[in-house]
T-cell receptor
Framework: DVKVTQSSRYLVKRTGEKVFLECVQD?????MFWYRQDPGLGLRLIYF???????EKGDIPEGYSVSREKKERFSLILESASTNQTSMYLC?????????????FGDGTRLSIL | AQSVTQLDSHVSVSEGTPVLLRCNYS??????LFWYVQHPNKGLQLLLK??????LVKGINGFEAEFKKSETSFHLTKPSAHMSDAAEYFC????????????FGTGTKLQVIP
């Protein structure tokens, strides 16, 4: 089974801090994704990566950056955390070389910015 | 562009009665489709996927879905609800472009009454 592991289940940070959310997958997937999930707004794509050191902006990249130095690890960075970034963050991964592969999700990180 | 519409934001059933969660899709071609389940404070788990091999797809935990091209539907069903089925369910369609991006439905919250 695919395992996607997010480093923290719950995280509390202060405004202005630089925040790192880590995600690791163990199935050699090419694609990795970061989403945020908010009540009434559903899941929104922040960034995704289709290979090491490659990244693409999703629908809401403002205030975020990402890093993919190794294939199995995809990090989301909040450059200067703000209260409107309080949310549930979900990481996912998928295969690339065949069409229509499902994404596999981690358990999420519930981030609170005070 | 591909899209999905989940027709009910909330569904309530009694334990032991059938479950029906509705999803309609819009696509210029015959798409793949997925159903995911999300339990409180957890990530999304793949329930089942349709990839054109068979129109009736069986998934985990007794769920199944039938792809009906004439009705552009992919409804999720289960003959007998269990308390552990209480969760939010998402219908998902892949994008036609690369990178395995997807579009999520808005979700249906299933309540199971004892």
């Amino acid at each position: 089974d695919v395992k996607v592991t997010q480093s923290s289940r719950y995280l509390v940070k202060r405004t202005g801090e630089k925040v790192f959310l880590e995600c690791v997958q163990d199935m050699d997937h090419e694609n990795m994704f970061w989403y945020r999930q908010d009540p009434g707004l559903g899941l929104r794509l922040i960034y995704f990566s289709y290979d090491v050191k490659m990244k693409e902006k999703g629908d809401i990249p403002e205030g975020y950056s990402v890093s993919r130095e190794k294939k199995e690890r995809f990090s989301l960075i909040l450059e200067s955390a703000s209260t409107n970034q309080t949310s549930m963050y979900l990481c996912a991964s998928s295969l690339s070389y065949t069409r229509n592969q499902p994404q596999h999700f981690g358990d999420g990180t519930r981030l609170s910015i005070l | 562009a591909q899209s999905v519409t989940q027709l009910d934001s909330h569904v309530s059933v009694s334990e032991g009665t059938p479950v029906l969660l509705r999803c309609n899709y819009s696509s210029s071609y015959s798409p793949s489709l997925f159903w995911y389940v999300q339990h409180p404070n957890k990530g999304l788990q793949l329930l089942l996927k349709y990839t054109s091999a068979a129109t009736l797809v069986k998934g985990i935990n007794g769920f199944e879905a039938e792809f009906k091209k004439s009705e552009t539907s992919f409804h999720l069903t289960k003959p007998s609800a269990h308390m552990s089925d209480a969760a939010e369910y998402f219908c998902v369609v892949p994008h036609s472009g690369g990178y395995q991006k997807v579009t999520f439905g808005t979700g249906t919250k299933l309540q199971v009454i004892p």
